[in-house]
């Protein structure tokens, strides 16, 4: 039995689509009444929706509870790439070698980041991104660590990526950076898995610096 969207998660999914497409620009402003007029539903869902996205970094709520489409500085995002890059490395180490059913899992969501990418369905791409490296982190013994890939994931960071408009560019890369990391995980060789962690992530700061120097130049 395929189970029925709330009115919540309606909204959720349809403010983040909007988000993600660039139909609602960053730091441009949500007023729960007027979205709840667009939706034809109550502001209630729409305040759950905009917290629900506040916490993956897409929307940032002020003291006054005032949304807004979350903006982004470069030092920002390199700050958080810093703390991501050690995060993400140290990980590997931590959780090698990994069981088998946990690459069972990894390899599925490889499959799954390809066939999104194929489809074009680039908002499906950026949630099994996220799960590939949650997947990653989640043989680690330590929850403190876990959470914190966590909340670098699908915090400003991972949102920054969203609201960058270069997944169509990117995202084929990313796939092929997350596929050498697994190689060298399953051939045992977890010194070339921490150089393939290293080399993506610095990846990742290079496709970040490359939007901003576009936006400089528009």
Known sequence: MVKK???????FNLIKKDI?????APAEELPEKKLAQELGISRTPVREALTRLAVEGLVELSDQKIATVASFTEEDAMHFMEIRALLEVYNLEATFPLKGEVFMGIRENLDAQLKAITDGCYEEFIDLDREFHLLLAGGNPNPKLRALIHSVNTGVNRAFLVLSNTLKLSAMEAYEEHRRIVDALETGVIEEAKIQMTHHMKNIARR???YYLEEEEK
């Open 208 to 210: 970040i610096k490359g």
């Open 20 to 24: 993600i497409s660039g139909k609602l």
């Open 5 to 11: 969207e709330t009115l919540a998660e309606q909204a």
